[in-house]
T-cell receptor, first 114, second 109 residues
């Protein structure tokens, strides 16, 4: 059983399109995250959701919008895609947003904007 | 600013020992993680240190010195499957997780 699953794994799309990446966790965790890993391999947090409430919103463009229908799901919607959005996007979850709790990552979604 | 520094790449021989260093400058400290990431895969948890000293877990050990802003990950009896990137990450005082860019470890026979 996959603990944190995200779809699609690979996505190639044209500039200007709108796309969504879905994420689900079956671990019963309270907190879910979206991370972006760019070509330099830096993992940067984009959003953090705790019990469906946004608790971190790093300075990402408002073209990116997280949507959490329930505690087990955190989807990422991206409007008007740009070339610079090409990256790997990781969904993750942890028992709660506090130190010492292991963060479990999904397998990643490779987004390529052409 | 806040940053995590790790070597970009290291090479070691199968069966040997390798130490991957990490230095950090962050606004406060609430713990340090090491994650392993194989190419094309998600990061997986290796260790968490919040107190000074060495934490041993099988072939992997992690060390922390808070006064020096320094940690290392020690890998013993290297195996080919240990070829991966090793990411250092620090929780700052705002409980934000700051990630390093990772160290690519290449294991040679």
């Amino acid at each position: 059983d996959t603990a944190v699953s995200q779809t699609p794994k690979y996505l190639v799309t044209q500039m200007g399109n709108d796309k969504s990446i879905k994420c689900e966790q079956n671990l019963g965790h309270d907190t879910m995250y979206w991370y972006k890993q760019d070509s330099k391999k830096f993992l940067k947090i984009m959003f953090s959701y705790n019990n469906k409430e946004l608790i971190i919103n790093e300075t990402v463009p408002n073209r990116f919008s997280p949507k959490s229908p329930d505690k087990a799901h955190l989807n990422l919607h991206i409007n008007s895609l740009e070339l610079g959005d090409s990256a790997v996007y990781f969904c993750a979850s942890s028992p709660r947003d506090s130190p010492g709790n292991t963060i479990y990552f999904g397998e990643g979604s490779w987004l390529t904007v052409v | 600013g806040q940053n995590i520094d790790q070597p970009t790449e290291m090479t070691a021989t199968e069966g040997a020992i390798v130490q991957i260093n990490c230095t950090y400058q962050t606004s406060g400290f609430n713990g340090l993680f090491w994650y392993q990431q194989h190419a094309g895969e998600a990061p997986t948890f290796l260790s968490y240190n919040v107190l000074d000293g060495l934490e041993e877990k099988g072939r992997f050990s992690s060390f922390l010195s808070r006064s020096k802003g320094y940690s290392y990950l020690l890998l013993k009896e290297l195996q080919m499957k240990d070829s991966a990137s090793y990411l250092c990450a620090v929780f700052n005082s705002n409980y934000q997780l700051i990630w390093g860019a990772g160290t690519k470890l290449i294991i040679k026979p």
